[in-house]
């Protein structure tokens, strides 16, 4: 073979021209990771659509895939682990562990418990394998992108609770002071304000501060992409903590002017663009105090990303192998069930549209969204005896995770934060009405010196309810959470069915008005 001239002093000069092979044990790796990662996308991808607290979920994969990206480029040169039995055996553990987690969750896909422990499991099979292939230095560089992603696992309910009820009793204080202030007449109601044109919620007294846990994720975000000090990175954090909170009072004080001068029907024209607006608002201030805090930029020479020997071929393989035989057991699991019908009787509402003074009432905006519900609707009336009764309904289809709402928006929550004292609370107790056992929860609160009785029912269509112990077991607990997935049950939909009246003194008087209501109310499917 003959070259030109040119062309033999290109050889001379470089040599012979080098074919790049596809690097078969990296793209392997990746392979399994992705299958792991998208394991824990698929847990937790209710939570992001269904509940508008953590819409901004979606949004964290793909700026932690973006973090890692840039920290890939240059990442620094591997090194042996010091450790390597005992992150071998931390790898094997997690690996197990996410076995049984995500065939429970099968059953129960709104316990945070197992999107935590899933998360963590997936968080501690990654960590281990940066660790095995490039020790310490490997760990340090990519532990940041790796953890980030836990800010998208919502955060255990009970903590979630309690921070988002003293935020906004904090919230309605503080804007209650503000109003009186500038002369306008407020009183306080748990996180309920009344002004003299009506009562305003704090975002319908039940859905608490949205903006905090995206703000802190992008405080983090923005902590890592100007790569900040550890000292100013918490300094972010709490900014944009403090700022979420102040934004929301300025969101509770212009509702309240509105409806102070305007009416309390001016808030629904007026509720999502002001909660647009104040997110933008502090966002943007929280993107500026980040551009204020970043260090001064540096130049720094170009550094050659190291070569990374990938031998882990069998372990990736055994990853995936181990991921599909988790999805084919729980498949294999839950299938006998998959056709099995309700052993309860199904059943379906009859509004008692001929009652007197009957009104459907709307379900406000705020509360639809977070909710979710296929069919359902809210109504008033006015029984024969002369009491006042207030009526919701919902419904969920399979899929829908209406337990983890119903469950965190029962009449023990939502009314005490609305001003109201609860007296008393039952346990479930059967009521058969028209052939058709209902388990329901009894409460009584004090609704500024009148008596409220409110009834609840959650129904799972899986549940047989064919007495009060199976009732009672659907308490929600982690031992029947458990029953539920040895059986074999998965989430199949669910009905939620609350009545509330005023006046009955006498317990057992609401009791038998109930059930009076109910046989109107209540049809066989």
């Known amino acids: 073979m003959s070259y030109s001239s040119t062309e033999a002093q290109a050889l001379v000069r470089h040599g012979p021209a080098t074919v790049k092979r596809f690097d078969w044990p990296l793209a392997l790796t990746a392979l399994a990771f992705l299958f792991l990662w998208l394991e824990i996308v698929n847990q937790l991808q209710s939570e992001w659509s269904l509940n508008p607290q953590y819409g901004y979920g979606w949004t964290v994969p793909f700026l932690a895939a973006y973090i890692f990206y840039q920290r890939w480029a240059c990442r620094p040169s591997p090194a042996a682990p010091r450790f390597r039995s005992l992150t071998i055996a931390l790898a094997a553990f997690a690996t197990a562990a996410f076995f049984p987690a995500r065939l429970i969750a099968v059953a129960n896909p709104d316990w945070r418990l197992l999107s935590w422990t899933m998360a963590l499991a997936v968080v501690a099979i990654s960590l281990s394998a940066l660790y095995l292939t490039g020790g310490a230095s490997w760990l340090r560089h990519f532990a940041f992108p790796v953890l980030f992603f836990l800010v998208a696992t919502p955060w255990p309910a009970q903590l979630e609770e309690v921070v988002v009820q003293t935020l906004m009793r904090a919230d309605t204080a503080l804007t209650i002071q503000i109003l009186n202030t500038l002369g306008t007449l407020a009183v306080q109601h748990g996180n309920v304000i009344e002004l003299s044109t009506g009562q305003v919620g704090i975002d319908d007294a039940c859905t608490g501060v949205r903006s905090l846990q995206a703000t802190f994720m992008v405080a983090l975000f923005l902590g890592e992409f100007y790569r900040m000090s550890p000292r100013r990175r918490v300094l972010l954090i709490v900014a944009g903590a403090s700022l979420a909170f102040i934004c929301n009072i300025g969101r509770t004080l212009l509702l309240c002017e509105v409806a102070a001068n305007s009416g309390i029907e001016a808030i629904h024209r007026w509720h999502d663009p002001a909660g647009f607006t104040i997110l933008f608002i502090c966002l943007f201030a929280l993107w ?29 393989a055994a990853l995936i192998l181990w991921i599909c035989l988790t999805e084919v057991a729980a498949f294999a699991w839950y299938a006998p069930n998959k056709s099995q019908t309700a052993n309860g009787t199904p059943w379906t509402v009859s509004w008692p549209t001929a009652e007197p003074d009957y009104r459907s009432d709307p379900i406000p905006p705020a509360a639809a969204t977070l909710l979710r519900y296929n069919e359902g609707g809210a109504a008033s009336w006015r029984s024969l005896d002369d009491h006042h009764w207030l009526m919701y309904s919902f419904r969920w289809l399979p899929g829908r995770t209406a337990a983890l709402f119903v469950k965190n928006h029962r009449p023990d929550i939502c009314l005490p934060a609305s001003g109201m004292v609860m007296e008393q609370e039952s ?26 009785h409110v009834f609840y029912c959650y129904w799972d269509s899986r549940s047989s309810y064919e007495n009060d112990a199976e009732a009672a077991s659907e308490d929600w607990t982690a031992g029947g959470r ?44």
């Open 288 to 316: 500026g105090m980040s551009m204020w805090l970043k260090p001064p930029l540096v130049l720094e020479s170009a550094r050659v990303p190291s070569r990374s020997n990938f031998r882990g071929v069998w372990p990736a």
């Open 482 to 525: 458990l029953r539920a997935a040895w059986q074999g049950k998965r989430e199949t939909g669910a009905r939620m069915l609350e009545l509330a009246v005023w006046g009955h003194e006498d317990d057992q008087e609401a009791q038998a008005a109930l059930r009076r209501e109910l046989a109107k109310i209540i049809r066989p499917a």
């Open 427 to 452: 346990g479930v107790h059967l009521v058969t009405v028209n052939g058709v056992n209902l388990p329901i929860r009894s409460y009584r609160f004090n609704d500024s010196g009148r008596p409220l």
